[in-house]
């Protein structure tokens, strides 16, 4: 889809679809009093009669005898709040998509959004339309979906300085597609080498990023005993991902964003239950927001150094896979015993912590993983889990939050919770028991980044939509990663 800038009037538009903001309580905006006004108080009926109730969200196509279909889109009661702005924009988006028509015009002057400037608000309408586009039938033998997009263009009314945030919206809208693609896509065909590949196709699109994948051999001889203890369960080798993305000057420290990439989790030896497990397929979204996030930086183009690294591998249990009980030496030393095969996914990242600060003497490092059904249930759907000790990191990824709408609440990790990996037997276990889940594991991966300025991201709960219809990848925390990197310009 195109965004594009227009000076048309709503009334003027001789393209297919018309998009109409109304507020469910009085006040119109000017723009919609005009259309209304045009149509001889059509409009104004619809909403009297209560045929059209505007709340936020809402959204009705009218097909029109003359002129451009109607896309009614509902912003709820005045002063529009963030959350029903976006509610409004994702059910015109939706409404647009499903109808024939293959452009559509929307003005959203006069609609002000609570603690927001207009420029805020092109680009989550940007985002979202993007958004509306998603859908997966990759593995459907005959989609009745698989049709091509219709819409092709949104004309939007703003002033000529405008494009780029439209621009920046679309790009965001695009890296969370590609991020929901990836983990979407089925474990036999999502591989730790299909990541690789995906990867190495992104080296094609800039010429400022270039990959270094690291095979086992190369992990063995770097010492990596810890995300090899996992990877030699699964007959699918694992690798370490490395995307430099060098925009900005020469010799600047690069930023590092780490994605958990377990691209099936069974839980290993410690098998996990048989119900639901085939979302463990999600297990790599971390990775997806990071292969996301630079794809949304290759269109932005900016001038940063932001270096993405994936530790992916597949949790199997085999002959050769990890017993609980087995010690391991991760790269810096850290002798670990695995007391629960399943908690995988800090013994990948915490060789990709190390191997990210010996390689890159990074600015600052963020890791993004579903690490915790703990973090799941503290904090649902909704938020985030971010865990750190360093607090312009947490204000900064906070603020990226806020500004990308992308929820994210802080977690703790105080010291006194890390003697709850004391181990008898090695330097430290890998699980911390039954209490604080997510924190012990925040606290295994704090051992790894010691004098770093590091965040970790849990995403547990917010990588994907779970069961029935809605089951589904989101596309997060790819918002609020590129809104963070963003603001490093
Ligand atoms: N990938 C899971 C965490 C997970 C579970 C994410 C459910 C989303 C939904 C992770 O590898 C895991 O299994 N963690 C264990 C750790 C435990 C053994 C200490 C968990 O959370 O149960
Ligand atoms: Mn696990
Ligand atoms: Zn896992």
Redesign the pocket.
């Known amino acids: 889809m195109q965004f594009k800038l227009s000076q048309a009037s709503l009334n003027d538009y001789s393209g297919q679809a018309i998009i109409v903001p109304l507020t469910s309580k009085g006040d119109q905006t000017a723009v919609s009093q005009a259309v209304d006004k045009n149509l001889n108080g059509f409009i104004g009926q619809l909403l009297n009669n209560k045929d059209f109730k505007a709340k936020a969200g809402d959204s009705q196509l009218i097909p029109m005898a003359n002129g451009p279909r109607l896309i009614l889109m509902g912003l709820g009661e005045l002063p529009v709040t963030p959350g029903d702005f976006i509610k409004a924009v994702n059910g015109a988006a939706k409404t647009l998509k499903a109808s024939a028509a293959s452009d559509a015009l929307v003005d959203l002057a006069g609609i002000e959004v609570q603690g927001h400037d207009q420029d805020w608000a092109l680009r989550q309408l940007a985002q979202a339309f993007q958004n509306s586009l998603y859908h997966f039938d990759e593995c459907k033998s005959k989609s009745e979906d698989n049709k091509p997009d219709t819409v092709q263009t949104l004309n939007v009314v703003a002033g000529n300085d405008k494009q780029s945030q439209l621009d920046f919206g679309q790009a965001v809208g695009k890296g969370m597609a590609y991020t929901k693609k990836l983990g979407d896509l089925p474990p036999n065909v999502a591989t730790p080498a299909y990541l690789a590949d995906e990867a190495d196709k992104l080296a094609t699109l800039s010429d400022k990023l270039t990959t270094h994948i690291l095979d086992e051999d190369k992990m063995e001889e770097l010492g990596m005993g810890s995300f090899l203890s996992v990877s030699k369960g699964s007959i699918e080798p694992g690798k370490m991902i490395c995307m430099e993305y060098m925009g900005g000057k020469k010799g600047d420290a690069p930023h590092v964003l780490v994605g958990k990439g ?1 691209t099936f ?1 069974t ?1 290993g030896i ?1 098998l996990k239950p048989g119900a639901g497990m085939d979302e ?1 397929k999600y ?1 790599m979204c971390g990775a997806a927001s990071v292969l996301g996030t630079v794809l949304t930086m290759i269109q932005l183009d900016l001038p940063i150094n932001f270096v993405g690294v994936v530790a992916a591998a597949e949790n199997m249990p085999s002959g050769h896979a990890s017993k609980p009980g087995d010690i391991v030496t991760a790269m810096n030393g850290t002798t670990i015993e695995i007391l ?1 095969t ?4 800090r013994l990948v990242l915490c060789d990709a912590l190390t191997y990210t600060i010996d390689t890159y003497k990074p600015a600052s490092i963020v890791d993004i993983a ?5 973090c ?1 249930m503290a904090l649902g759907g909704v938020n985030s889990g971010l865990f750190t000790q360093d607090e312009d990191l947490a204000a900064e990824l906070l603020a990226a939050s806020e500004t990308s709408r992308d929820a994210a609440w802080r977690l703790p990790l105080q010291d006194e919770y890390q003697e709850l990996l004391d181990s008898n037997f090695a330097d430290i276990a890998n ?1 911390g028991g039954r209490l604080a ?1 997510a924190t012990t594991a925040a606290c295994f991966l704090s051992r790894f980044t010691k004098g770093q300025k590091w965040a970790h991201l849990d995403i ?1 709960g917010t990588a994907w939509n779970s069961g029935g219809k809605n089951k589904g990848a989101t596309g997060r925390p790819v918002p609020l990663l590129v809104n963070y990197l963003a603001a490093k310009v």
């Open positions: 377990i989790d839980g410690s463990m297990d629960n399943d908690a995988e996914g579903t690490l915790t059904g703990a799941l699980i889940g547990a």
